[in-house]
């Protein structure tokens, strides 16, 4: 334990003794096929997005390497309520592992990743229902908020065209679980209809490519 201990202190030392930084802008795709589950009940939830992101990666000359990610993304999936609906997802992580080619050309690295994921689906829209005896033209609001943690492999590769600039690509696999809120609320003429909410399980996996541009200072 003593020497493990040793050895992550050592290779701390030497990650900020000889740094090199790394900042990675560009786009990303989250690809995540996932099942909300509830009472027994499953239903599946696929969606796609595209967004921006920007991370923030140190590389000593052990290899030794840390990063961490930021993206947002426009998510649309087609399985809620029979139409494509379209929502915003954050997403954020951190990771550390080891950077296999680390040269001033390039650079390849795989880590491990924990982060958190944020989406938001949202459907607004009228319907006819009966109220006071009379047809009426209620307005309803739909929402699904799911929340996950999800773990596992990246791998990343920058090419440097000089010094500081230079292009990258990457991508992520990762499992992701959580909890999503669900609510439902209407309303006609002033009055509330119905106003309520459920949580559901959610779980599945997490696809994340990524390219863009990267500096190195």
Same mark, same amino acid.
């Given at each position: 334990m ?5 050895l992550?202190?050592?290779a ?6 000889f ?12 690809i995540h ?21 920007? @991370?923030?990666?140190?590389?000593c ?20 309520? @029979?139409?494509?609906?379209?929502g ?35 459907l ?19 929402k ?14 920058t090419y ?7 292009a990258f690509? @990457?991508?992520?696999?990762f499992?992701?679980t ?12 002033g009055?509330?209809?119905? @106003? ?9 996996f ?6 863009g ?5």
């Amino acid at each position: 334990m003593k020497r493990l201990l040793a050895l992550v202190a050592s290779a701390m030392l030497t990650t900020f003794a000889f740094a090199e930084n790394t900042v990675h802008l560009g786009a990303f795709f989250p690809i995540h096929p996932a099942t909300l589950k509830s009472d027994g009940v499953s239903k599946d939830l696929s969606s796609t997005g595209v967004g921006g992101t920007v @991370d923030f990666t140190h590389v000593c000359d052990s290899g030794f390497t840390f990063k961490f990610d930021l993206g947002l993304a426009r998510a649309s999936t087609k399985d809620l309520w @029979d139409e494509s609906v379209s929502g915003v997802n954050f997403l954020g992580d951190a990771g550390f592992g080891w950077s296999f080619i680390h040269n001033e050309k390039m650079t390849l690295t795989l880590t491990g990743n924990i982060g958190l994921s944020i989406c938001s689906y949202k459907l607004e829209e009228k319907y006819t229902t009966t109220s006071y005896s009379s047809t009426v033209v209620a307005d309803r609001e739909r929402k699904l908020t799911p929340i996950e943690f999800y773990f596992g492999p990246e791998v990343a590769f920058t090419y440097r065209f000089n010094k500081h600039f230079g292009a990258f690509a @990457d991508v992520g696999f990762f499992y992701a679980t959580g909890s999503a809120k669900l609510k439902n609320k209407a309303e006609a003429l002033g009055t509330k209809l119905y @106003d309520t909410s459920a949580s559901l399980d959610i779980s599945g996996f997490l696809i994340v490519p990524k390219v863009g541009v990267s500096f190195t200072f």
